[in-house]
């Protein structure tokens, strides 16, 4: 009669034992990953520029749930090509034959082209749904993860 108690009571421990590697000081949170696309360069127009930006000059904020994105340009350098100014836009993504295509507020803007790897994003204003263009420009996007905790902070 012993037997089952002491089976009974094992489990009991076992199901209820602590992890050895518990620490009572630490605090879990849940972290938020936001993705931010930062226009580094864009290329072409008529005269064929390039123009490079650094990380956090153009940041471009795609909210997938509401079709809204969001941008915030602090270009200073009116003679670079930065492409549409700060703001909230809504958008879509257009996808035929095997192509995506993006519209913001309504007018398709380009074809846009995803890395292999995710981190970084092309909008080519010459290729749209309805065929092929030349002078107009290209825009290459990089893409930073900002870490929050669930608080924001």
């Not at 549409?84 to 309504?106: A, F, K, Q």
Request: with cysteine; aromatic share 12%.
């Amino acid at each position: 009669m012993k037997y089952p108690f002491y089976l009974i009571l094992s489990l009991i421990f076992i199901v209820t034992s602590c992890s050895l590697n518990d620490n009572e000081n630490s605090i879990e949170t849940d972290q938020v990953i936001t993705i931010e696309w930062h226009l580094t360069k864009s290329s072409g127009g008529i005269a064929g520029e390039d123009y490079e930006f650094d990380l956090d000059t153009i940041i471009w904020d795609f909210d997938s749930q509401n079709g809204s994105l969001t941008i915030s340009n602090n270009n200073t350098d009116d003679n670079k090509e930065d492409a549409l100014s700060s703001g909230t836009y809504l958008y879509e993504l257009l996808e035929l034959n095997n192509l995506v295509y993006i519209v913001i507020d309504g007018e398709e803007y380009g074809e846009i082209i995803f890395s292999s790897n995710n981190d970084a994003i092309t909008i080519n204003q010459n290729h749209t749904s309805t065929g092929n263009s030349s002078d107009l420009f290209v825009y290459n996007f990089t893409r930073k993860l900002i870490t929050t905790d669930s608080s924001g902070n």
